[in-house]
């Protein structure tokens, strides 16, 4: 028999004393032809082809079609990729690893060994989405928002407690340590991944899958990478190839340096709007070009950590003498740097100047153009020159902020803490936040936010008293640069006092405003601001009462505390006056390029590895938490938070044929850019939802609600609070803001949960109707799992987001996509509409599905629509009702 491709290409690598196996892209290539000039990106895609080279899941015609892909730049081909590992962070891995949880149970209860439910994959679980802004701008409210948050989370800790115990492969960052992404930069991370296998080190490259949307981050690192929805990830943990098709590959060709006082996160918000408007959902895109010689790792983790705002699956930036630099700074041994060189060189993945790789599609950046600039007010591509903020502030606030016209009135209150009297106005900065993995993994921003605080306090400068300030850095060792550099009290003078490591203002955990601030805003109804260093601004995100949230760098987040309002044009207007009363402007306080790289300067190997010295061991509160050491998990009946999940109630050892949809009503119909924030429970409780209705009854007080993602691992609470985003418009309710939708045919208003048990009482199987890219932003796998547990079997959009598209068909519902030029104004639809959809047991990928439409005269059309099922291993999973369920099954069989 002739030798598979996977065998050709086996070889050996020399590193120094060490020598690995690998599988030699040069060696294939004598065999499939010149690989030169395919994206570095798809090179990492064709190893990992041949690697794992079965004949089944992986066929030599799926690695010959990924090296034809540069005939066309595109390839209508699904192919089976498994990554090295999966990362996951607290809010999306709870619901995970109660799926793992009671996975057991279904395969106990239906006879097979529970020891078989285990990652086969390494799985990195950081504990970074928990912590609340609750206390801030003193030096006590970091220690109270970590007490706080053990308070809060302790039935959760000790859950994950178990399932480090309970779990192989599966380690967990203690809270208190950092942001899952920057960990993963900074200390997981590894390039090349290297393992012995049967007495033999093997090296191929790093890859992951991630349940948080900004996975991508680690793609600064030459790592390939991205965020699935927690489903996905449990498969592929679980041993199970994610279903893809070959990507196209947009090149992004970055040239030039920044000037002088423009900073990384203007560059980031200049590139998103760039690739946002050339359109790169479900592609990868790829950096290159000599400006990367320039480019810091640090500001490429800022550029690939925002892939899913300007909506491409990864931003890869190859590997390169930067990278090796950055690993070596951050602490990584000489043999791993020694080993990352070698590898990609041998590989052709290393970047040399010149490289002019093929491209789907290509455009490109002159940085010196870059301008300073902000993004908002509710979407990080909309991106405002600084000087244009007060006009797009003024902007939004008459137009899509309220819609109506109610009058704003200025509002005076009185500081509880000082008992002073201040006015409240429109375009208050209420919140300004140094948050999120994006910026705050970047010495240089830090660096100066840090020097334009110290230079506003020594010119007299103040914060503004209404604005709640905060600073949460990814990482300890940014706590460590700061204090090495003297900018710490200059920041804590501001309010900028550290309040914990994680994930904050950025995801909804900001915290209460103080009292008399939410008293005064719902009193004038004013439109105020929050101003954070963050990736994700989406209406209702960041606070209830907040309309209009602005994407900044960490030193502008300082400038705006200082200005107080989003009215005011740092450009030409004073941020405040001196002690002597004259007018101080942000162009005389803004660092110097010198001094900001002196300052970087002070960042050290030894910050890092003191650090994640013991990144695993966690506070003296964690190490006391007691769990048990059986193999599935004790579940309290009582718990609030971790609940059994009726996933596999009803499941069987073989699937049932796929049933047709008769007589479904909708649930809900949504316009364009319905994010997976505005569908998935995010941010905090309300009273009088059904999620609170539900706590209130089960005994815990509005005090103790904690926050939607904080009781992810509880569905009665998720699908309580699936739909029921503050800021969601169902077209069927119109001019209603929140979860609501009409009962048809009773045409009763209810909160969309509400009327979703009731159509499960009477048997009614539900549609969702929604426009152009549904399901955007981040990876909430609960997206899809709460609309399943209220019942909904299809959603029939214009458009999907990659992510959440895949979420659909994991649990089971089926995405439809209309025709071009089909829409549901094109449509008149009012929501009153039933929907048939037939042989369904025929499906096939990206079929024409036909679907029977009877308006409420009787009438009835026929609409064609496409089926985004779009590959083979996407109908298995959608065959077995939801890709969990498959995966059980094969663990039986």
Not at 358 to 366: G, M
Not at 466 to 476: E, N
Not at 710 to 721: A, F, I, K, L, Q
Not at 825 to 841: R, S, V, Y
Request: aromatic share 8%; net charge negative.
């Amino acid at each position: 028999m002739s030798e598979t491709l996977r065998e050709q290409s086996q070889d050996t690598l020399q590193v120094d004393e060490q020598q690995y196996h690998i599988f030699s892209l040069p060696r294939a290539a004598q065999h499939l032809g010149s690989i030169e000039r395919l994206p570095k990106s798809l090179k990492v895609l064709l190893e990992n082809l041949l690697r794992w080279q079965d004949g089944d899941s992986v066929t030599e015609e799926d690695i010959r079609a990924l090296v034809a892909w540069q005939q066309d730049a595109h390839a209508d081909r699904e192919i089976a990729y498994r990554p090295a590992r999966v990362l996951m962070q607290d809010f999306t891995g709870v619901p995970a690893v109660v799926d793992l949880a009671a996975m057991r149970e279904a395969v106990k209860r239906l006879g097979g060994d529970v020891a078989k439910v285990n990652p086969l994959s390494p799985v990195d679980l950081v504990i970074d989405h928990s912590v609340t802004v609750d206390r801030f701008g003193d030096d006590s409210a970091f220690e109270e928002n970590v007490q706080l948050e053990m308070e809060r989370n302790h039935e959760r800790y000790v859950f994950l407690r178990w399932g480090q115990k309970a779990f192989n492969k599966f380690r967990v960052v203690p809270p208190g340590t950092g942001i899952c992404h920057q960990v993963n930069l900074e200390y997981l991370g590894k390039s090349v991944w290297h393992e012995q296998i049967d007495g033999k080190q093997f090296a191929w490259p790093d890859t992951l899958v991630g349940t948080d949307s900004h996975t991508t981050m680690i793609n600064a690192l030459g790592v390939l990478g991205w965020g699935v929805g927690g489903i996905e990830a449990e498969a592929a943990m679980l041993g199970q190839p994610v279903s893809m098709l070959i990507p196209d590959v947009v090149g992004f060709k970055l040239t030039g340096k920044l000037r002088p006082g423009i900073t990384a996160t203007d560059l980031v918000l200049t590139v998103t709007q760039m690739l946002r408007k050339h359109g790169v959902v479900g592609k990868f895109v790829e950096f290159y070009g000599d400006g990367l010689a320039d480019l810091p790792l640090a500001d490429r983790a800022t550029i690939a950590n925002m892939a899913p705002e300007y909506g491409a699956t990864c931003g890869f930036f190859p590997i390169d003498d930067v990278t090796l630099g950055y690993l070596t700074l951050t602490g990584r041994d000489a043999e791993q740097v020694a080993l990352v060189e070698a590898f990609a060189k041998t590989q052709g993945l290393w970047r040399n100047p010149g490289d002019e790789p093929i491209f789907t599609s290509s455009l490109s950046l002159d940085m010196h153009e870059v301008e300073s600039s902000i993004a908002g007010p509710k979407r990080p591509q909309d991106r405002v020159a600084l000087g244009d903020v007060p006009a797009a502030f003024n902007a939004s606030n008459e137009l899509e902020v309220n819609h109506t016209q109610p009058v704003h009135k200025t509002v005076t209150y009185t500081d509880s803490e000082t008992g002073l009297s201040h006015e409240l106005e429109d375009g208050a900065v209420v919140i300004s936040a140094i948050t999120s993995c994006t910026n705050t993994s970047n010495p240089s921003v830090l660096m100066a936010a840090g020097l334009l605080a110290k230079k506003a306090v020594e010119r007299g400068l103040k914060r503004q008293p209404w604005v709640k300030a905060s600073l949460a850095p990814g990482s300890k060792v940014v706590s460590d640069y700061l204090a090495v550099a003297q900018l710490t009290p200059y920041l804590d003078k501001l309010g900028f006092n550290l309040v914990g490591y994680g994930c904050t203002t950025c995801i909804g955990n900001s915290g209460p405003l103080p009292d008399e601030i939410e008293a005064a805003i719902k009193q004038g109804d004013i439109t105020v601001g929050a101003v954070l260093s963050g990736n994700r601004n989406f209406e209702g995100r960041i606070h209830p009462l907040v309309k209009t949230n602005w994407l900044a760098s960490p030193p502008l987040v300082v400038a705006y505390a200082l200005a107080g309002n989003m009215k005011v044009n740092l450009q030409t207007e004073p941020l405040g006056q001196d002690r002597q009363g004259r007018d101080v402007f942000l162009k005389d306080i803004w660092p110097s390029p010198e001094e900001i790289a002196t300052a970087v300067q002070q960042v050290t190997s030894d910050m890092f590895h003191k650090e994640y010295a013991e990144v695993f061991y966690g506070t003296q509160e964690w190490q006391q938490i007691k769990v048990s050491e059986a193999a599935t998990y004790a579940w309290d009946e009582g718990s609030t938070y971790i609940r059994l999940s009726p996933f596999f109630d009803d499941m069987e050892r073989e699937p049932k044929p796929v049933q047709d949809i008769k007589g479904a009503r909708v649930l809900a119909m949504l316009g364009d850019s319905v994010t997976t924030d505005h569908i998935s429970p995010a941010g905090s409780i309300k009273a009088d939802s059904p999620a609170g209705r539900y706590l209130q009854a089960h005994g815990v007080d509005r005090a103790d609600f904690n926050s939607y993602g904080s009781r992810r691992g509880n569905h009665e609470v998720m699908m309580r609070g699936t739909f029921a985003n503050i800021r969601i418009r169902n077209e069927m309710v119109p001019g209603v803001e929140g979860g609501y939708t009409r009962h048809i045919p009773s045409g009763e208003q209810l909160a969309i949960y509400d009327a979703a048990m009731k159509y499960q009482e009477e048997g009614t199987p539900l549609a969702v109707i929604a426009g152009k890219e549904y399901g955007s932003g981040s990876s909430r796998d609960w997206a899809a799992k709460g609309p399943r547990l209220q019942g909904v079997r299809v959603v029939i959009a214009e458009s999907f987001e990659r992510i959440h598209r895949s979420n659909l068909i994991g649990m089971g519902i089926l995405p439809l996509e209309f025709a071009p030029g089909t829409t549901r104004k094109t449509l008149q639809l009012t929501g009153e509409e039933l929907f048939d959809i037939e042989n369904l047991a025929q499906l096939q990928p990206g079929c024409t599905v036909k679907v029977t439409m009877t308006r409420p005269d009787g009438t009835q059309e026929t609409l064609e629509t496409r089926c985004r099922i779009d590959t083979g291993n996407e109908l298995t999973y959608y065959r077995n009702d939801g890709i969990l369920h498959y995966v059980i099954r094969n663990m039986l069989n």
